[in-house]
């Protein structure tokens, strides 16, 4: 990925070569899962795309979603129900830490991730390819509320 292009020009790219018709609504959805922090799911989405494209169905939310994970570039965090979320910023494995009250997900900056790695590699044999890692907490925003 050259610098100069941005993510979401290189997201639009990787549809095309799949020969994926790029619609305005397919490019709005495309510009949500590139550019926001907040991991939205698929409901969210939804609701900001038919903000200005009131005719958008939910099924072609669903399919764009759905294609950009298999290209790889969204990361879906998967909780066992309907309300997963996606990272269009970085699909790559990266640590994640949810509000259990408000479901507000942020990517903490974890300096010692290299070494959780490292010394599970020396203790297990293991060669890390990738790690699945989310942390469930309460946010300093609801924290306020409830005390
Ligand atoms: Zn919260
Ligand atoms: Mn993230």
Do not use: W
Not at 77 to 106: L, Q
């Amino acid at each position: 990925m050259s610098t100069c292009t941005s993510r979401l020009d290189y997201m639009i790219e990787r549809l095309k070569e799949k020969g994926f018709r790029i619609t305005p609504q397919r490019v709005a959805i495309v510009e949500i899962l590139a550019n926001s922090c907040e991991h939205p799911g698929v409901d969210q989405i939804y609701r900001e795309v038919t903000k200005n494209f009131p005719t958008t169905s939910l099924a072609t939310v669903y399919k764009t979603v759905t294609l950009l994970k298999e290209l790889g570039e969204v990361m879906e965090m998967g909780f066992g129900d309907e309300s997963n979320r996606y990272d269009g910023k970085n699909p790559h494995p990266h640590p994640h830490i949810m509000c259990v009250a408000c479901k507000s997900i942020i990517d903490p900056d974890l300096s010692s991730l290299n070494e959780m790695s490292k010394e599970l590699s020396e203790e297990t044999g293991y060669k890390i390819v990738s790690h699945r890692l989310d942390f469930f907490g309460v946010c300093p925003d609801c924290q306020n509320i409830s005390g």
